[in-house]
């Protein structure tokens, strides 16, 4: 049995995780009645939604009440706690690996995903013949996510881009890089330097040459991190109805990464 009562489940947050965790999740407002529920248990909830990929309402019984944890990833996703989680944890990471804590470079890309029969944004990528959603990842050149947008499938990587710099560009004041693929090609180009001054987007395109699957210049950082989300059943399909829940989702993933790293330092 843990510290909590009940049998610990690998989804958990260790003690040493949970101390780079602690001042970030909001403590409980002072006044009125104490909290029932420790917050490391909603974060353990949360977190075995994300690598379970079950339902709010399938949690575990020994978990505080489903009600009760989705009520705070509710709260707590309109308040930016995860997306601060996210940008708090990618600063200690960088910092451990002798980097720089803000980024100079980043690499852009997108993933279409089904979504479920759930009303909800949606769309269809004619070139992957996918029916759902896209999410537009923008990572570091560690593969850490420096933010992320979730539009309908049909959604072109040129607005996608433009809209993740409209909203977030001013978090990364050294950045001066990014890197991309053909799809973000043409006026795009033109469209980020002149918006942004200092920014610029290169585009690495693969050789006309090349035949079968090699892997591209700067670009396989960002198809890792995919592949880092993939284990995160959750993240199978879009199982969100808002999209405002699908990037917590993501950002709530790649924390998790993150708290991994840092615990095992």
């Known amino acids: 049995m843990g510290e909590m009562g009940r049998t610990a489940y690998t989804t958990d947050v260790s003690d040493k995780e949970w101390a780079q965790l602690e001042n970030i999740v909001p403590k409980a407002k002072p006044g009125g009645r104490p909290a029932t529920y420790m917050r490391r248990e909603i974060i353990n909830a949360i977190f075995y939604v994300l690598q379970s990929g079950c339902a709010w309402r399938l ?11 989705f009520h705070y990833f509710s709260v707590w996703r309109k308040q930016e706690v995860f997306e601060t989680m996210n940008a ?27 979504t479920t029969e759930r009303r909800g944004v949606k769309g269809f990528d004619r070139g992957k013949l996918v029916k759902g959603r896209k999410r537009h990842l923008l990572v570091d050149t560690l593969g850490l996510l420096l933010a992320v947008i979730v539009l309908p499938a049909n959604s072109s990587d040129r607005v996608g881009l433009q809209q993740l710099l409209l ?29 942004f001054l200092l920014l610029h987007l290169v585009i690495v395109k693969r050789s006309d040459n090349t035949k079968g699957f090699v892997v591209q210049p700067k670009r396989w950082v960002v198809e890792r991190t995919f592949a880092w989300l993939g284990r995160f059943r959750r993240l199978s399909k879009d199982y969100e109805f808002q999209t405002d829940s699908s990037q917590a989702m993501i950002y709530l993933a790649m924390s998790r990464i993150m708290l991994r790293r840092l615990a095992n330092c």
């Open 167 to 195: 909203t977030h560009r001013w978090y990364w004041p050294r950045l001066s890089t990014i890197w991309a693929d053909g799809g973000y090609a043409g006026p795009l180009v033109w469209w980020v330097v002149s918006r």
């Open 59 to 69: 949690l575990p019984h020994d978990f505080p009440p489903y009600g009760i944890v």
């Open 88 to 114: 708090v944890l990618r600063s200690r990471v960088r910092a451990k690996a002798g980097r720089n804590r803000q980024p100079s470079a980043a690499i852009v890309d997108s993933q279409s995903v089904k």
